[in-house]
């Protein structure tokens, strides 16, 4: 298939980008979407332009290094995959197709497509942690039950990649979701519950301070996450949240 | 030459670790604070590795190529990990873990390290249940746990098929407690491109800042290289397209032996490669055969039948279709090794039964299971009448919790519904058992500078079991090297920081970037990835699956030939001083076209067959791997020495003392 592009270049930080139209040819349906960003890269490379700088590694869903908004949507038109795992079949011969990268203030953009995404690491060491030392000398692991239906719910919010999706497709550039996913993880296990209130504290004190939105419960987080994190987590965040302001805030 | 002593510690073999702990130094607290550690990756041996060494009170400088440690390729680990539990009182033990690691890396595994492994495998599952990794349950609120190849308990932990996601997670966040507190500083989006040896010992780093292209010194005691594998150097793998054998190679190129490089893992459940534009291949976990059946068709008019879409696999009667490894296999089945499940769908393949339109591919059937638990559900809810559509609808709903996340994974690349038809899949590179020689202590020929996880070769032999790569990352990092690492610094404390204005960090930058330059001055005409792809192919074909004397010969000289045209041809856009992906990649293969030829001479060498390494020359009658015991029970340690094919061989003995050698049988 052929497709008409129309890329976000920008040199680096602190010069102005613009959309620059490419012409590609001979794309082949069954190949991912990045793929097809390698041989536009391939083609740029070989007639001596610079290629286009976009963040990826594991290519199967999981690293949360890809990002892009495609056609307006965070990691293109289909639900519940990344970037690298949208095909090109999802597209039609002669598509004119937009690619930018995630937009939000706490994710500067570094060159092209690529951002800097550090802020969520700092988000995680204000509080992202069970305090406990890596010594192996903790009761064994079977010594404390957890409800499989609380160990599958902590489960399903660590399943969060940490690609930045629902900042990118929030409104109010909110990490929300991202913080919420963590926090609950943690509230749900006994193990996570001793630091539940600090953790709430600290992690949304430091998204605060990130440059993060607030959040107005529109949802779109949700839709565009890749893992389907789930806004109950949101609710759980405040929950956690409002409970440690009273009692230590 | 005394420098390959393993030290392995004298005494009985559930002796020696304790043994050693007590004998090795331990560094008081306060001065734990004047030493300094790099750690390069942050995988789950080097995110272990460094939180803890920081918990210890060592001041830690983490590395990583990505933009954030916890996009490690550890994350994308599916299955499990493996742990002595014996929680489902299926008479597992230590031992047990011990003997099925060994006899399933075919017998070219140190002993030790392996029995150690065995023995810190249940402490590892303790410290993740602590630290809220979110491991699957059962109902009563304890750990579940699967089967996996190669042996005959139920001792695999997981969570879905995202165990290595959940196991980094937690290494990450014990990683940012530690930088949180200012005793780790993480450098990411950073590469090591040298190690700086000062008077025989490992001093530190140059690293390139991927960002601003800057080149950094940083000095410490010690360097820990937790890079992960080198299955990239086939191109398409498993493995991320970052993933590089660069710090790995670059020690070895400062007096680090470089152990058994062809020992490869060729897995058997990945999504078949579906055309020339590939970048990658996809793995479907291993932990999919306990409930899939894998066959071919029986017929090969109904293979070719099915490749040119006449015919649907759900059309083939049971008595059409061929369950190979049930039939050559019968007390292993499905849950054979890996190797040996590649091999088995390889010469069906070779045959002509393979499927797919390339021939290439084999099924992967779930139906059966499907049925099977839809039967167990329905009268689990009491539904006694239950129609078959029901069945299957309750059956599915099992699967679906089981594997969600592979079957949508393996919906959206081959674009068929895997819950209706069967699924398609072929072996592809996955991991390699060879690495960095290191010694009982995880120190490498360089004093002061160790390697851990995938990087180093020690623990896997010629064949790694599913499930054992996680147990090893982590066991390294959270429970080998802090202690390990003492013997080596208690020695340190009165060295203070090591200046980087030294001579030798003079030289090593410039060395670095002396190559940045050379490579960004060809200005060829083709990308790096048309290098990469070509030795890729020459490695698949010759230096793959199976392997003989003529293509290893053909397939040195021919990659020095690519090595030789890369170094004149490639053309790398813009300039070393800003964000260049080309550049990184150049770095990397140059490396790969390096290690290549190296690997190539060792499969070469090893005139045998053993684990995943297969030498034509070297089989039953049936066509299984042979062992040569007698001339080839050792491990071969490389030396640099310029010419990669033109390293010297060291050979370290393999002893086996508490297991008796076998051929080792599936039957």
């Avoid at chain 1, 969520?120 to 890596?134: E, L, P």
């Avoid at chain 2, 849950?335 to 339109?357: I, M, Q, T, W, Y």
Wanted: glycine share 10%.
């Amino acid at each position: 298939m052929d497709l008409n592009l129309k890329v976000w270049r920008q040199k680096n930080a602190t010069e102005k980008g613009a959309l620059k139209d490419y012409a590609i040819k001979e794309v082949s349906p069954d190949s991912s979407f990045l793929e097809m960003l390698d041989l536009l890269n391939d083609q740029l490379i070989e007639s001596g332009e610079d290629p286009v700088a976009f963040d990826h590694d594991c290519r199967e869903g999981i690293c949360g290094s890809c990002s892009l908004y495609v056609n307006g949507e965070a990691h293109g038109p289909s639900r519940a995959i990344t970037t690298c795992q949208l095909h090109m079949r999802s597209f039609k011969d002669g598509d004119t197709i937009y690619i930018e990268p995630f937009r939000a203030k706490a994710f500067p953009v570094i060159k092209d497509l690529v951002v800097d995404r550090s802020s969520f690491d700092r988000i995680q060491q204000a509080g992202g942690f069970i305090s406990v030392n890596t010594s192996g000398n903790t009761q064994d692991a079977n010594a404390l039950p957890i409800p499989k239906a609380d160990a599958d719910k902590a489960f399903d919010a660590a399943t969060c990649i940490g690609c930045g999706a629902c900042v990118a497709t929030c409104k109010n550039a909110s990490a929300m979701l991202f913080v919420s996913a963590k926090v609950s993880q943690f509230s749900l296990l006994p193990q996570g519950k001793v630091e539940a209130k600090s953790r709430a504290l600290n992690m949304v004190h430091q998204m605060d301070l990130e440059g993060f939105g607030n959040c107005t419960n529109t949802g779109a987080c949700e839709v565009e996450c890749p893992k389907g994190i789930s806004l109950e987590n949101i609710a759980r965040l405040n929950r956690e949240f409002l409970g440690a302001t009273i009692t230590e805030g | 030459m005394a420098v390959l002593d393993s030290k392995t510690p004298a005494g009985p073999i559930d002796k020696k670790w304790t043994q050693h702990k007590n004998d090795i130094n331990v560094v008081n607290p306060a001065n734990k604070r004047l030493i300094d550690v790099i750690v390069v990756g942050t995988g789950l041996a080097g995110a272990s590795a460094a939180a803890t060494l920081a918990e210890l009170g060592y001041k830690v400088k983490a590395f990583c190529y990505q933009d954030s440690p916890r996009r490690a390729h550890s994350i994308a680990a599916q299955g499990g990990i493996n742990a002595a539990k014996n929680y489902q009182g299926d008479n597992d033990s230590t031992y047990r873990l011990f003997y099925d690691t060994v006899k399933g890396g075919d017998y070219r595994s140190r002993e030790s390290n392996v029995y150690r492994l065995a023995e810190v495998s249940a402490n590892i599952i303790d410290q993740c249940v602590a630290q809220g990794v979110p491991f699957a349950r059962e109902y009563g609120g304890l750990l579940d746990n699967r089967s996996f190849g190669g042996v005959l308990v139920s001792r695999t932990f997981y969570a879905k098929g995202q165990t290595g996601q959940q196991l980094l997670l937690g290494a990450y966040s014990a990683m940012n407690r530690q930088i949180g507190m200012g005793r780790i500083e993480q450098f990411n989006r950073h590469e090591m491109l040298d190690v700086v040896v000062v008077d025989g010992k490992a001093r530190g780093i140059i690293a390139r800042d991927l960002v601003s292209g800057k080149i950094e010194r940083h000095g410490a005691h010690a360097v820990l290289i937790c890079s992960g594998g080198y299955g990239n150097v086939f191109f398409l793998s498993t493995n991320a397209m970052g993933s590089n054998v660069t710090a790995a190679w670059k020690i070895h190129k400062r007096g680090a032996y470089f152990a058994n490089p062809c020992y490869t893992q060729i897995h058997p459940t990945c999504i078949p490669r579906s055309g020339e534009h590939q970048s990658k291949l996809t793995l479907m976990s291993e932990s999919l055969r306990n409930d899939g059946r894998i066959w071919v068709p029986a017929k090969k008019e109904d293979a070719e039948a099915i490749r040119t879409g006449k015919l649907k696999p759900t059309d083939l009667k049971e008595e059409d279709r061929d369950y190979y490894l049930e039939r050559r296999y019968p007390s292993f089945g499905n849950l054979v090794p890996r190797d040996v499940a590649s091999r088995a769908a390889k010469e069906r393949c070779d045959a002509g039964f393979g499927v797919n339109k390339t021939g290439e591919a084999v099924y992967l059937d779930f139906d059966a299971a499907i049925t099977r638990y839809g039967h167990e559900k329905a009268l689990v809810d009491g539904i006694h009448d239950a129609s078959e559509q029901k069945i299957r609808e309750l059956g599915e709903a099992v699967i679906e919790s089981k594997y969600g996340n592979l079957f949508q994974m393996y919906e959206k690349i081959v674009d068929q519904n895997p819950y209706k038809t069967p699924m398609m899949i072929y072996p592809a590179v996955h991991y390699t058992m060879g690495g960095v020689w290191v010694d009982y202590n995880l120190m490498t020929t360089i004093p002061g500078c160790y390697a851990l996880g995938e990087a180093n070769f020690s623990d896997h032999g010629a064949n790694r079991l599913g499930a054992s790569a996680l147990m090893q990352g982590l066991a390294d990092g959270y429970f080998v090297i802090p202690y390990t690492i003492g013997d080596y610094l208690g020695d340190e404390i009165r060295t203070g920081p090591i200046p980087t204005d030294s001579p030798e960090f003079d030289a090593a930058e410039k060395e670095v970037t002396g190559q940045l330059n050379k490579l960004l001055g060809i200005q060829g005409k083709h990308s790096v990835d048309h290098f990469h792809k070509r030795l890729g192919k020459v490695m698949w074909d010759k230096v793959g699956m199976a392997r003989n004397a003529k293509g290893l010969n053909e397939a040195i000289e021919e990659i020095k030939q690519i090595r030789k045209e890369f170094w004149e041809d490639v053309r790398i856009p813009g300039s070393s001083n800003e964000l260049n992906p080309e550049l990184e990649k150049a770095g990397r293969v140059a490396d790969f076209l390096e290690l290549g030829e190296l690997f190539a001479r060792d499969a070469l060498e090893r005139n045998e067959s053993c684990g995943g390494h297969f030498r034509e020359e070297s089989q039953t009658e049936e066509g299984e791997a042979l062992r040569d015991d007698k001339n080839f029970s050792y491990v071969a340690a490389w030396e640099y020495t310029g010419e990669p094919s033109k390293a010297i061989l060291h050979k370290e003995e393999l002893e086996f003392k508490d297991i008796e050698l076998k051929q080792r049988s599936y039957k």
